[in-house]
């Protein structure tokens, strides 16, 4: 793993994805989509001649009047985030993984650009626009160094979470000194100290968040405590949650049933050995492998497996 963030980034690959036209956005999705952003702030959804998004206490947000099936299947993926916001309940959580056909979200070194395509990404930034915060692993801020903002599509920046439970980062990620969006770097309470001097006066808004019993686990099978993480950043009046990454990260929010939804988006490509996408814990029982409801929907290229984890009870 690179120690620094940019020195190992190659040129752009060849298959970077950030000029492609997206072929599968239909004429009537720019309109939905500002609806959506409507509910998502509890403002007044703009009325349409066409589709208008409307509330029903038996059903949720659901789309009422003509609309392409190609928006209708979109608004679907968007559909339980806008719910569960309505629902003002306890944290809701979505994670999302791009993987290969062979499960990995990035090679050995760590490369990442790009398994998916530009649809799949900019699906990201809708996901990104619709929760209250976006969270990531060390690994990734490591390796990444990711903006985590919304900038394909519109919508507000959430706030982004660096999840570090040790406080292993130096404390010059992108996301803690750009000022883009408030940042939130999570760490156990014991190690909060070395965050904050590491740090320094940061860009408005990057803050250390020490969570007590955060970290869990021994040096060989490290871990968090996804409750109490859950808790601290509910306290910050964050509670639609969306884990972008990576494999180690996600996979353990999976494994404290911690994940409402899972979206795993898998690409044409074959990475042959590299990071692991998600791992769950081994059944040795066909019967007994969690098969949770699921929908498919393509992206580009890209097949996404859209799980209701929260069905799995
Ligand atoms: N394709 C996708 O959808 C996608 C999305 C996000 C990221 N990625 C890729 O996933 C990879 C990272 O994922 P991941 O599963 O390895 O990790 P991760 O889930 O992002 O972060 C957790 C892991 O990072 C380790 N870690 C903690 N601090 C670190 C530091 N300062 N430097 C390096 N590692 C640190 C943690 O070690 P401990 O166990 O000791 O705590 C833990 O194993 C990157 O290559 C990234 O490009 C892909």
Not at 60 to 83: E, H, M, N, T
Not at 116 to 121: E, I
Request: a positive charge; hydrophobic letters at 45%.
């Amino acid at each position: 793993m690179p120690s620094s963030p940019r020195s190992a980034r190659p040129a752009p690959a060849p298959n970077d994805p950030g000029s492609a036209a997206l072929s599968d956005v239909p004429a009537d999705w720019p309109a939905l989509w500002e609806q959506v952003l409507a509910a998502r702030e509890g403002r007044a959804v703009p009325a349409s001649r066409r589709a208008t998004l409307a509330w029903r206490a038996d059903g949720g947000w659901c789309i009422r009047g003509p609309v392409s099936a190609r928006a209708a299947a979109l608004f679907d993926l968007y559909k339980p985030l806008l719910d569960a916001r309505a629902a003002r309940g306890s944290p809701w959580v979505v994670a999302q993984m791009g993987q290969s056909l062979d499960g990995f979200v990035a090679t050995a070194t760590g490369d990442s650009y790009y398994v998916n395509g530009a649809h799949s990404l900019v699906h990201l930034h809708r996901l990104r626009a619709l929760c209250d915060a976006v969270l990531v692993g060390a690994g990734t801020v490591a390796i990444d160094n990711p903006q985590l903002t919304t900038r394909r599509v519109p919508g507000p920046n959430p706030v982004r979470v660096l999840l570090d439970p040790e406080a292993r980062l130096d404390g010059t990620s992108r996301a803690l000194r750009d000022g883009q969006s408030p940042t939130l770097w999570l760490c156990d309470a014991r190690h909060a100290a070395r965050a904050h001097e590491r740090l320094g006066r940061g860009a408005p808004g990057a803050e250390v968040l020490p969570v007590a019993g955060l970290s869990t686990g021994s040096d060989e099978a490290r871990g968090h405590d996804a409750q109490r993480l859950l808790a601290a950043l509910a306290e910050r009046g964050l509670r639609v949650l969306f884990v972008e990454g990576g494999g180690v990260t996600v996979s353990r929010f999976f494994a404290a049933g911690a994940l409402q939804r899972l979206h795993l988006s898998v690409a044409p490509v074959l990475v042959g050995d590299g990071r692991r996408g998600l791992r769950v814990p081994a059944r040795e029982v066909m019967a007994e492998c969690p098969r949770p409801p699921a929908r498919l929907v393509v992206l580009g290229d890209d097949m996404l497996w859209d799980l209701d984890l929260a069905a799995l009870g």
